[in-house]
């Protein structure tokens, strides 16, 4: 495993907007020891568009994307939606050998490091009270988590890897598994219904004690931090990644 | 702005009533969590329903055939209609023959579909729809926003006020066992004198002719039982193969309805009653074309749960009636483009892509896919407008080409640092609830470019 | 699934969809003096006489009707009537109070089970139910007694 070539994809609304998550995710992959780099021509993946109805125009975006992480045994990416997005909509956009490559070799951070790494305790340190939000994607795209409407047995990576960390305290939620109200482009299409689920789910994480909300996508994170800003209540948002970095194995 | 996102602010407008309806149908979807938790295999229910679903629709004319053979031989008198003023037409005409002019009617989406009540009006009829939500609805002239809870909307204060101008209930009564026992009593007159009874259907069984109506109220047996005359309204996709079947879609459709094990009645009418006449009405209505329409297809397996809507954080926020349509909703928004291209562009944006529905539905519609379709469906529509096409267009070569891509992110970067005023009109959509985000000094890339060969391992 | 808790689960579940659940050793426990006017429809004489029902007037007033079913349901507590156990279809819907006679042998644990049951039978008309009459039309406050009947009391006899 850690002879394996990770390449790691840094999405766009990271790389720009919060290049603090995307290093976090670096840094992790590193101290796990893997050897990891970033293919200096990679770009966005095309979900924003897609979901918006255009996956028609992201046909040169997949090929290109399965161009520039060819060369890797494993793609790691710390934005599930990203992921969500390549795993399930790349062979209908865009079907090709090298995408069908690609749609196998990807994963979201923490299922990496659960399902494919194996690790289960990463020795993390974090002295504050977090409330985990389930980006969507995540958690019924990707099946990070069990969710309320499958009769399943009750599970979750993204928790199993910090309910171990030192000093933590995980909220519990009311609602566990709602959505924030985010959804790409249908926070600008419907800015109403989108801030009243945030400010809900916000109030729902405020109420049961979270100081930080963390997350495997940094957009559900942007939106929430946008409203808390807005309505200048506390809590701070925090990818995921930048939790899992402080690991000490 | 699409209309379902103008309804939707006003429905939130009034943010109490919006908090309240979250809440209550949240505690729906709770309530459904917690009986499908006590069933042994939901999950294999879920696809056992929706496998004989998917057969039945496989072999639908075979299985219509076989049903129409099965009822006429029980007595019931058959009907086919292909569209909404047939089913008027075929109303009407039973109706005169008979000398009925007023009806009872429980609870159909399909005759809501068909816009039958209107028709019959106008015609002369009496028509009184006799579920409690229904009843409530139609003295407001309003139609319903949920389809198993089609008064979800209204606080009791404002059925109260309904029920004091119609009912002759005390004004400012609003004690919903009060309002309800109001209701009984005025519906027990409408049953008592009724000429004829509509019922929708929710099963219709080929093997033996059978028609199942499943109610919490009674209304539908109260109405079938007391006139002469039964009418029973059911679109196509209703047909299911054999008495067998209805044990899977039995133990699914209460559960996750609201969450009870089964419904209060279960009603197998088979034959008319003695002297009476039973008339069965087999309803199209577009949805042949849906059934050969590769994606659509599998929305005919929905069997009216409102699981979806339940579930959907959207809808629980916006409300029923900004959907504008009679199905509301996610399934609601996966058949709606059926029915009129252009009155539905907006509804598969008005959903975050959660997935939740898709989750919950007792027959596994993939509705987030359905959503996810006919999203590509309406951009690539000749009415969607130029500038968003445009952006989509400028959106895909910039986020395609590194150089376009590393100019329009300092451009939007630096702005958004020094100049956030300015991007407040254009984005306002975005900043009515929410700031604009704060970027860092550098970008990954930048940081990566400087820095990663210090880490190396 | 043992006998016990087959009727163990119905009770609950009667209870849970708002119906009152009493043991009935045999005719004894039905008391007209608990029920006034009660209607036995188990009787086959009564149900003869209600077969030719004419006028309204003569269902709207009927407190407690008794029906004797072969078929209740242990996963949600319904209890299974049809043609032959009424002497008109809406007796059961009409009556203010049902009272439904059901023997425990006749119990089984799930719907499929109880479709199997009732296999190719030639029911004209047949119903399942569970617990009396309810809406939650209003605000979701449940509300017993919509249409139907406001009470039912299963009386279970071995």
């Known amino acids: 495993m850690w002879d394996h070539k990770i390449g790691l994809f840094i999405p766009c609304y990271i790389d720009q907007l919060y290049p603090r998550a995307g290093i976090a995710a670096f840094e992790t992959l590193r101290r796990l020891g893997l050897n990891v780099s970033c293919p200096p021509n990679q770009l966005c993946c095309g979900q924003p568009l897609a979901n918006s109805g255009a996956a028609c125009e992201t046909v040169a975006l997949c090929r290109r994307f399965a161009d520039s992480f060819l060369e890797y045994d494993y793609i790691v990416c710390p934005s599930s939606s990203c992921v969500y997005h390549i795993r399930h909509h790349y062979e209908k956009i865009a079907r ?15 299922e990496f490091i659960v399902d494919v790494l194996g690790i289960d305790d990463m020795k993390l340190l974090f002295p504050h009270k977090v409330g985990i939000h389930h980006s969507c994607h995540g958690l019924r795209g990707l099946e990070l988590a069990s969710t309320g409407e499958l009769i399943q047995p009750r599970y979750s990576k993204v928790h199993s890897l910090l309910e171990k960390a030192e000093g933590i305290t995980l909220t519990k939620l009311d609602r566990e ?23 809900d789910r916000l109030s729902d994480h405020l109420r049961n004690g979270s100081e930080f909300i963390t997350a495997t996508d940094m957009s559900c994170l942007m939106h929430l931090e946008a409203i808390i800003r807005r309505q200048r209540k506390k809590a701070k948002v925090i990818h995921v990644a930048e939790i899992l970095k402080t690991c000490r194995v | 702005m699409s209309q379902h996102s103008k309804k939707a602010r006003r429905f939130l407008a009034d943010a109490k009533r919006a ?24 999950e294999n229910l879920r696809g056992q329903a929706s496998d004989i679903k998917e057969k039945a629709l496989e072999n639908i004319p075979q299985y219509i055939r076989q049903f129409k053979e099965a009822a006429r031989q029980n007595g019931a008198i058959v009907m086919e209609a292909s569209n909404h003023v047939m089913l008027q037409g075929y109303v009407a005409t ?54 198993v809870l089609p008064a979800i909307h209204l606080r009791k204060e404002e059925i109260g006020e309904t029920f004091h101008k119609h009912l002759g209930t005390e004004a400012g009564a609003s004690d919903p066992t009060y309002l309800a026992q109001a209701a009984r009593k005025y519906l027990r007159e409408q049953f008592l004198s009724a000429q004829a009874a509509i019922t929708g259907v929710n099963f219709a069984v080929a093997e033996t002719g059978t028609i199942v109506v499943c109610t919490n109220e009674g209304n539908a047996d109260m109405g079938v039982h007391a006139a002469p005359i039964q009418i029973h309204c059911m679109s196509i996709e209703k ?19 609201t969450g009870q094990a089964v419904t209060a009645y279960t009603s197998h009418y088979r034959t008319p009653k003695p002297d009476g006449k039973m008339y069965i009405i087999i309803v199209d209505n577009g949805r042949s074309e849906r059934l050969y329409h590769p994606t659509g297809r599998s929305t005919l397996k929905c069997i009216r749960c409102g699981a979806c809507m339940n579930t959907c954080p959207v809808y629980r926020r916006s409300g029923g009636h900004s959907y504008g349509q009679v199905i509301p909703g996610p399934i609601g928004s996966a058949i709606a483009p059926f029915r009129d291209f252009r009155t539905a562009a907006g509804l598969p944006f008005a959903c975050s892509l959660c997935e939740s529905c898709s989750n919950i539905c007792p027959v596994r519609i993939n509705l987030h896919e359905q959503l996810y379709y006919w999203r590509q469906e309406m951009n690539s529509y000749r009415s969607t407008p130029i500038l968003r096409k445009l952006i989509m267009k400028t959106a895909a070569l910039v986020l395609a080409k590194p150089l376009y891509y590393r100019l329009a992110g300092s451009l939007g970067r630096f702005f958004l640092r020094y100049f956030p005023f300015m991007l407040k009109l254009p984005l ?18 930048q940081w990566y470019a400087r820095n990663a060969s210090k880490h190396t391992s | 699934m043992s006998k016990t808790i087959l009727v163990n689960n119905f009770i609950k579940n009667v209870r849970t969809a708002g119906a009152e659940v009493l043991f009935s050793p045999g005719e004894a426990a039905v008391s007209t003096d608990r029920w006034p006017g009660l209607l036995d ?16 007037e003569q269902w709207t007033d009927i407190a407690h009707a008794l029906f004797c079913s072969r078929l209740g349901v242990a996963e949600n507590g319904a209890v299974w009537l049809e043609d032959a156990d009424m002497p008109h279809r809406i007796l059961p819907f009409i009556t203010r109070h049902l009272i439904l006679r059901l023997a425990t042998d006749s119990l089984v644990a799930d719907m499929h089970e109880a479709y199997a049951k009732l296999g190719q039978d030639n029911f004209g008309f047949g119903v399942f139910i569970s617990g009396p009459s309810k809406t939650a039309d209003i605000e979701q406050s449940l509300v017993y007694g919509a249409h139907g009947a406001k009470e039912l009391t299963v009386l279970l006899c071995d």
Request: glycine fraction near 6%.
């Open chain 2, 239 to 257: 047909i299911i193969p054999a008495m067998a079947d209805l044990g899977v879609f039995t133990r699914l459709l209460a559960r996750s309805a």
């Open chain 3, 41 to 56: 429809f188990s009787k086959a004489d009564l149900r003869l006489q209600y077969q030719t029902l004419e006028n309204s």
């Open chain 2, 94 to 147: 039973i109706l005169r023959s008979n000398g009925a002019l007023r009806v009872v009617k429980s609870k159909s989406m399909l005759t809501e579909e068909c816009g039958l009540n209107e028709y019959l009006i106008e015609q002369g009829f009496t028509i009184i729809d006799t579920d409690l939500g229904e009843c409530i609805m139609q003295l407001r002239r309003e139609p319903p926003s949920h389809i």
């Open chain 1, 177 to 199: 598994d709602e959505c924030c109200g985010f959804g790409g482009t249908f926070s600008v299409f419907e800015p109403h219904v989108s801030v009243r689920m945030g400010t």
């Open chain 2, 428 to 445: 306002r959509a975005w900043t009515r609830g929410r700031k604009l985000p704060r970027p860092e000094r550098q970008t990954f890339r």
């Open chain 2, 19 to 42: 908090a309240w309806h979250d809440e209550t149908l949240w505690m729906v979807r709770c309530k459904r969590d917690r009986a499908a938790e006590a069933v042994d295999d939901w």
């Open chain 1, 96 to 110: 090709s050998e090298k995408v069908e490559k690609i749609c196998d070799s990807i994963y979201e951070l923490c």
